[in-house]
């Protein structure tokens, strides 16, 4: 089963953040807390994710709550692992 490691390895690689997504846990805060998090790398991290674990992004499952928390993004990609 996909851990939210997984995933927060996937929010290192793209937004470049090395060393401090150690930290990160599934209750750390996402959209509008790290300022690499922009619109243009939320289109990066959506890509990422459907290489990474092969998920299909459809435009009306991704909603600003989606981006809220690690633990948020985490239970979209569960969900779309799912489909």
Request: proline share 2%; net charge negative.
């Amino acid at each position: 089963m996909l851990a939210v490691s997984d995933t927060i390895g996937v929010l290192r690689d793209v937004l470049r953040l090395g060393a401090r997504a150690d930290d990160f846990t599934a209750a750390t805060p996402l959209l509008g807390s790290i300022p690499e998090l922009d619109s243009m790398a939320v289109v990066d991290l959506l890509t990422a994710l459907e290489d990474r674990f092969a998920v299909r992004v459809d435009d009306d499952a991704i909603t600003a709550e989606t981006f809220e928390t690690v633990g948020s993004l985490h239970a979209w990609v569960l969900a779309r692992l799912a489909l």
